[in-house]
Nanobody
Framework: QVQVVESGGGLVQPGGSLRLSCTVSGSDFSTYTMQWSRQTPGKQREYVAVISGIGFADYADSVKGRFTISRDNLKNMVYLQMNNLKPEDTAVYLC??????????WGQGTQVTVSS
């Protein structure tokens, strides 16, 4: 069983920055594809960014140029650096791990609120 735990959310003013962290258990972390998604009430879960085990990254158009996904395979950690935050970025941010066998694991999420 893979455990996924997010942290780093909070309240930030528009234009501000936050860095989210995701801790993942498992000895094969370097082979996992890691993804950040976000969820707001009444809306479908939205893809934000993904990073492969060797660091290839992709982003949703809505966050491209503002958000950066990264990982530290020695620490079993994934990060999402969020800059120039907008009110529409307000959501619960969830981390998702996909193992080399294709199994997926979600974390519980961390709340990000962008408001003045």
């Amino acid at each position: 069983q893979v455990q996924v735990v997010e942290s780093g959310g909070g309240l930030v003013q528009p234009g501000g920055s936050l860095r989210l962290s995701c801790t993942v258990s498992g000895s094969d972390f370097s082979t996992y594809t890691m993804q950040w998604s976000r969820q707001t009430p009444g809306k479908q879960r939205e893809y934000v960014a993904v990073i492969s085990g060797i660091g290839f990254a992709d982003y949703a158009d809505s966050v491209k140029g503002r958000f950066t996904i990264s990982r530290d395979n020695l620490k079993n950690m994934v990060y999402l650096q969020m800059n120039n935050l907008k009110p529409e970025d307000t959501a619960v941010y969830l981390c998702y791990a996909t193992t080399s066998r294709g199994r997926g694991y979600w974390g519980q999420g961390t709340q990000v609120t962008v408001s003045s």
